[in-house]
C-alpha cells in the first residue's frame, strides 16, 4: 500500500497516510487516505484529499472540505472501494 506524508499548514504536524485508493473528478486527482496507525483498527477515520500538481516530480495534497464536491467524490470512492463501508459526518 503506497503512503504519503501530510503536514498540516495550521501546526505543522507531519502525518503518515496510506493511501486506500484514487478517483479522477473533473479531470483532477482525489485520493482517499487514513493515517497508517489506524490501518488495522475496524473504525478508521479517512481523508479525501485533492491533488494540486506544482511540479513534474512534487505534488501538493489539500483536504477537500466543499460539500458538494466531496459528496460526488465520496459516491465515486463507494464503487471503488467496495470493502469499505463509509459514512460521511454531518
Given at each position: 500500500m503506497d503512503t504519503i506524508?501530510?503536514?498540516f499548514d495550521e501546526t505543522n504536524e507531519?502525518?503518515?497516510f496510506a493511501v486506500l485508493g484514487s478517483v479522477e473528478y473533473n479531470e483532477d486527482v482525489y485520493l482517499m487516505v487514513v493515517e497508517e496507525e489506524e490501518l488495522e483498527n475496524d473504525d478508521m477515520t479517512a481523508y479525501i484529499l485533492k491533488a494540486i500538481e506544482l511540479s513534474d516530480e512534487e505534488v501538493l495534497y489539500?483536504?477537500?472540505d466543499d460539500e458538494e464536491e466531496l459528496d460526488a467524490v465520496?459516491?465515486?470512492f463507494e464503487d471503488v472501494l467496495e470493502n469499505f463501508e463509509i459514512d460521511q459526518d454531518e
Amino acid at each position: 500500500m503506497d503512503t504519503i506524508k501530510f503536514v498540516f499548514d495550521e501546526t505543522n504536524e507531519e502525518v503518515n497516510f496510506a493511501v486506500l485508493g484514487s478517483v479522477e473528478y473533473n479531470e483532477d486527482v482525489y485520493l482517499m487516505v487514513v493515517e497508517e496507525e489506524e490501518l488495522e483498527n475496524d473504525d478508521m477515520t479517512a481523508y479525501i484529499l485533492k491533488a494540486i500538481e506544482l511540479s513534474d516530480e512534487e505534488v501538493l495534497y489539500e483536504i477537500v472540505d466543499d460539500e458538494e464536491e466531496l459528496d460526488a467524490v465520496t459516491e465515486l470512492f463507494e464503487d471503488v472501494l467496495e470493502n469499505f463501508e463509509i459514512d460521511q459526518d454531518e
